[in-house]
């Protein structure tokens, strides 16, 4: 072999191809995929510390006791038996105003259960049932009726109470013998303190996350939400997901008008009035949009816990009560304008 046909073993062959680091996008690392894809309830939970941190050096004393966690823990699932339904609804391009109204309802056809002197596991059933056929009602009018859901579920939002008053010309029911029922041991006693119907919230929430994030349902809302049109071609009955979701604001209704009842005792009936703006403003607060296609339950339930901090930080820190509106609109515009920041997305 001639010398210029030897190879030269001091460089290398342009025919040995070298090793390239392999390129990964920024989502497969664990921690900043974890990241961009939590970033609305990320935003939400850091929305809620700095407040609290606030409130906490405006006055530690009332901040550093059990008492005041307690009494918000106790009212704060009924909020979250709500705010998670409304995530969905809001998710499919939708919007639910007639759920205060069906907690009101659906907690009367409870009250009047029990007082009749049935089981109240037989109420909550009877309840469950009634948020059922209202939320398919109000569904049916919003898809079948072709109305829109503002408009519509307002509407059925005022017939309902004004059916509730008049029927029942402005008296409460009051419900005493529930303290001794297993039911109200179960959903909404105390454990070492602790508000058990908080963990049933909790539950929901958790529940209601996998059915949003992991389950066939969720991914449908989701594309419903985005394209109808493309969901259609897809195979997926647009019509029925729809009105699955008014269902679901139902359901969660009744459980939250349910828990109202037995957490106070009496049945009012402007049961569930004062919840209409809170639960609204959490769920924009948690990092749900308005357009549809994108929501996050786990954020919409971060947002109840801190609209419902609001009102006692703001009182507790030695403001008067006329302060907790005001705070109330800062805390929705402050988040709205981050989360329009960090979403990836626009329409």
């Not at 979250?80 to 009101?104: K, Y």
């Not at 409870?110 to 056929?133: N, S």
């Amino acid at each position: 072999m001639s010398k210029t046909m030897e190879p030269d073993l001091h460089e290398p062959s342009a025919a040995i191809p070298r090793p390239q680091k392999e390129w990964k996008h920024p989502s497969d690392q664990w921690l900043r995929g974890f990241i961009l894809d939590n970033r609305a309830s990320l935003g939400t939970l850091g929305v809620f510390i700095v407040m609290m941190a606030v409130f906490m050096v405006a006055n530690p004393t009332v901040f550093t006791t059990w008492y005041l966690y307690s009494s918000v823990l106790t009212t704060l699932p009924v909020a979250l038996f709500v705010v998670v339904p409304l995530v969905f609804v809001v998710t499919c391009g939708e919007i639910d105003l007639s759920f205060p109204a069906t907690m009101g309802f659906a907690s009367w056809v409870f009250a009047l259960v029990v007082q009749a002197g049935y089981d109240p596991f037989l109420g909550i059933a009877a309840a469950l049932v009634t948020g059922m056929l209202l939320g398919f009602l109000v569904g049916s009018l919003v898809v079948y009726g072709g109305l829109s859901s503002l408009i519509a579920t307002l509407g059925m939002n005022f017939l309902l109470r004004g059916l509730i008053q008049i029927i029942n010309e402005g008296k409460s029911m009051s419900l005493t013998g529930l303290a001794d029922s297993w039911a109200y041991k179960i959903f909404s006693s105390q454990v070492y303190g602790i508000p058990v119907q908080i963990f049933w919230a909790i539950a929901f929430v958790v529940l209601s996350a996998m059915l949003y994030n992991r389950h066939r349902f969720g991914a449908q809302v989701r594309v419903v939400g985005d394209n109808p049109d493309s969901a259609q071609q897809m195979g997926i009955d647009v019509k029925r997901v729809r009105v699955k979701v008014f269902v679901f604001v139902g359901i969660g209704a009744a459980i939250a008008g349910t828990f109202s009842v037995m957490i106070n005792f009496t049945w009012w009936p402007t049961a569930g009035d004062g919840y209409l703006l809170p639960v609204l403003a959490s769920v924009f607060v948690g990092g749900t949009p308005t357009w549809g296609g994108i929501g996050t339950v786990v954020g919409g339930a971060i947002g109840a816990v801190t609209v419902s901090f609001i009102q006692t930080g703001v009182v507790a820190a030695g403001l008067s009560g006329f302060y907790v509106q005001f705070f109330n609109g800062l805390i929705i515009i402050l988040s709205l304008l981050g989360h329009k920041w960090n979403q990836a997305r626009y329409r």
